[in-house]
T-cell receptor, first 110, second 115 residues
């Protein structure tokens, strides 16, 4: 069974700092990997989706990379802002199932 | 347009009671997913619908859980004889086509508390 791990579980940084969130998965036979953010009391918002044939995706200040062979993905956030504070989840798809990590809780301090 | 909606937003019930959770997907989305998020744990996949059919029910934790989808739209997740370990946030998501190329759009969830 696919297992997805996210490190660190929580992260606190001052505003303006660049940061990296990590995601690892045990089975490299994935179709895609997706990064989401979850705000308290709300559902998930998709940030970036990387197909298995791709190495990275960029959207604004966000950049996600995928190394399928090593079972790793990183989410890079540039010039962090207080509005970036949320829980970030990664999910991998294998077949019709999606496996989520437990998330990294990010706090950006003004 | 409107996003995925779920009702109720909060549900408190007594152990042993049945509950129904509702999901209204984005109009036109053929795929619908149910997940469970327990405190301190990641999202747990429960079931996936393509149209009205559920090709994969392997995620349902027990036979007390069932789900249906009618008219390719609204879905209901039913939990019979609720137990305290059923307490969690139940999230629904929909996607246009389904499968692995498609982005899922999530609803705000239903927080279920079983006393």
């Amino acid at each position: 069974k696919q297992e997805v791990t996210q490190i660190p579980a929580a992260l606190s940084v001052p505003e303006g700092e660049n940061l990296v969130l990590n995601c690892s998965f045990t089975d490299s036979a994935i179709y895609n990997l997706q990064w989401f953010r979850q705000d308290p009391g709300k559902g998930l918002t998709s940030l970036l989706l990387i197909q298995s044939s791709q190495r990275e995706q960029t959207s604004g200040r966000l950049n996600a990379s995928l190394d399928k062979s090593s079972g790793r993905s990183t989410l890079y956030i540039a010039a962090s802002q207080p509005g970036d504070s949320a829980t970030y989840l990664c999910a991998v798809s294998s077949g019709n199932q999606f496996y989520f990590g437990t998330g990294t809780s990010l706090t950006v301090i003004p | 347009g409107a996003g995925v909606s779920q009702s109720p937003s909060n549900k408190v019930t007594e152990k042993g009671k049945d509950v129904e959770l509702r999901c209204d997907p984005i109009s036109g989305h053929t795929a619908l997913y149910w997940y469970r998020q327990s405190l301190g744990q990641g999202l747990e996949f429960l079931i996936y619908f393509q149209g009205n059919s559920a090709p994969d029910k392997s995620g349902l934790p027990s036979d007390r859980f069932s789900a249906e989808r009618t008219g390719g739209s609204v879905s209901t997740l039913t939990i019979q004889r609720t137990q305290q370990e059923d307490s969690a946030v139940y999230l629904c998501a929909s996607s246009l086509i389904g499968g692995t190329l498609d982005t899922q759009y999530f609803g705000p969830g239903t927080r279920l508390t079983v006393l």
